[in-house]
């Protein structure tokens, strides 16, 4: 069984330029999560999607961000006119919803913006 | 204002001994509390979930605690080995976050198991 899988593991991105971080979730999952990590720092939530929903966007900067989790394909966090202040690592999770609490990660994509 | 507190950033500990971690939060209505284990550049492992209205839960050498009266959690790892050094994070979902799946962690307690 596959877990969670992200890609790119690595990326860099120049001051400007768009950053798309690809997140497949555990087969049979249906409920996405996106948080980053600054370096010193904790785990921090950004967003909550279902298939073709965003649930809970709360922790979302409110410019640049975006995500998706469409029909058909992964879920896409996409940063638009990366700063400096965006290099992080960012990890999706994952979990099957129902009554199911439990969310399982994925090894993350580490952005580095110079 | 909410916050999740760990105990000391790194705990060193003997092989074979308990290792105990510490969970405190304030201004919560948890309705679980889970531990992950984290190792340098991966991402967190699940670990255990434990439920407002459940006081203690097992897995193998690891056990948790629930204490919403303290506003604790104690995560036990008995028998320790070096394999099980990491750092451990925990992370508290309540229900004021609205879907009750948004997970807010603590920074995390390194835990290093001399050999």
């Known amino acids: 069984n596959a877990g969670v899988m992200q890609n790119p593991r690595h990326l860099v991105r120049r001051r400007g330029q768009e950053a798309r971080l690809r997140c497949s979730p555990m087969k049979g999952h249906s409920h996405v999560y996106w948080y980053r990590q600054l370096p010193e720092e904790g785990l921090k939530f950004m967003v909550y999607?279902?298939?073709?929903?965003?649930?809970?966007e709360s922790g979302m900067p409110k410019e640049r961000f975006s995500a998706e989790f469409p029909k058909e394909g992964p879920s896409i966090l996409r940063i638009q006119q990366v700063v400096r202040g965006d290099s992080a690592a960012y990890f999706c999770?994952?979990?099957?919803?129902?009554?199911?609490?439990?969310?399982?990660f994925g090894p993350g994509t580490r952005l580095t913006v110079t | 204002s909410q916050k999740i507190e760990q105990n000391s950033e790194a705990l060193n500990i003997q092989e074979g001994k308990t290792a105990t971690l510490t969970c405190n939060y304030t201004n919560y209505s948890p309705a679980y509390l889970q531990w992950y284990r984290q190792d340098p550049g991966r991402g967190p492992v699940f670990l255990l979930l434990?439920?407002?209205?459940?006081k203690e839960k097992r897995k193998e050498r690891l056990k948790v605690t629930f204490d919403t009266t303290l506003k604790q959690s104690l995560f036990h790892i008995t028998a320790s080995q070096p394999a099980d050094s990491a750092t451990y994070l925990c992370a508290l979902a309540s229900i004021s976050s609205g879907s009750a799946r948004q997970l807010t962690f603590g920074s995390g307690t390194q835990l290093t198991v001399l050999p």
């Open positions: 434990i439920r407002e209205n459940e």
């Open positions: 999770a994952s979990s099957s919803g129902g009554l199911s609490y439990e969310q399982y």
């Open positions: 999607l279902q298939k073709e929903n965003i649930i809970d």
